[in-house]
């Protein structure tokens, strides 16, 4: 048996701000199995005081791009730039989405593409605007690939500036093939202990690092500012004069 351990239980993350992307590819009201997990972790967040927005990306007028403003580059209408601003108001951003062919659908592939778009935006500080967010992956599905689809996505999410805590994932599989999903009498996915466990594990971990990165004013703004390198600020960095050998 281990040593006694005092554990904190008593946290103020009211200040905290974090958003749902359902990726789902059905259009409200039609029932969402992503959504179910969705509000498993955004009520553990809501019982701290932190504000919760639940965005479902196909039900809004999102272009196909890699671009700020897709209106700017052929589209009628984007409502992405809308959707932006609470991406970016939050702390915490947790992609949600169903498992197709064993890969994130094209809806979660899609919000990828468009929070890449603008990853050259800057904060603040002068540091990507991601830097100082924390970041996490939800997946829903009836076939393999809950952990190459979080991989991809929290890859991606790191890549653009966001910071990933531990066990920053969660997802459920059904029965492989066309057996019931998430939300189905007698699916059993509500009462999954793995995907409760995993689910709330990372709620409090993405509340944690947010909040710690909140009270440190986000990552350092040294190393890692475009401006300055731009500029000619090397942060310690200094060439080789000759290749190296290995």
């Known amino acids: 048996m281990g040593p006694s351990v005092h554990v904190e239980t ?33 009520h553990i967040m809501r019982g701290q005081a932190v504000h919760v927005d ?3 990306a196909i039900d809004h007028d999102i272009a196909t791009g890699v671009f700020p403003d897709m209106t700017e580059h052929g589209w009628a209408s984007d409502a992405w730039p809308a959707v932006f601003e609470t991406v970016r108001a939050a702390d915490i951003l947790v992609l949600a989405g169903p498992i197709w062919l064993g890969d994130n659908g094209s809806v979660t592939k899609r919000i990828v593409e468009r929070l890449y778009a603008m990853s050259g935006m800057f904060n603040e500080k002068g540091q990507y605007v991601f830097y100082g967010k924390v970041g996490g992956a939800i997946l829903t599905g009836n076939e393999d690939g809950v952990k190459h689809c979080s991989s991809n996505l929290l890859y991606s999410l790191q890549h653009i500036g966001y910071t990933i805590p531990p066990a920053a994932d969660a997802g459920w599989l059904g029965e492989i093939g066309p057996g019931p999903s998430y939300l189905d009498p007698g699916s059993g996915g509500p009462q999954n202990d793995f995907t409760n466990r995993n689910t709330t594990f990372m709620s409090w971990n993405l509340m944690h690092l947010a909040s710690i990165l909140q009270a440190n004013g986000g990552i350092p703004a040294w190393g890692n500012l475009r401006q300055s390198w731009d500029r000619g600020e090397r942060f310690g960095f200094e060439a080789s004069a000759e290749p190296q050998d290995r």
Do not use: Q
């Open 54 to 56: 639940v965005i479902r």
């Open 10 to 42: 008593s946290f103020d993350y009211s200040s905290l701000r974090a958003v749902f992307i359902n990726c789902t590819l059905k259009r409200s009201p039609e029932v969402s199995n992503t959504e179910g997990i969705i509000d498993l972790s955004a």
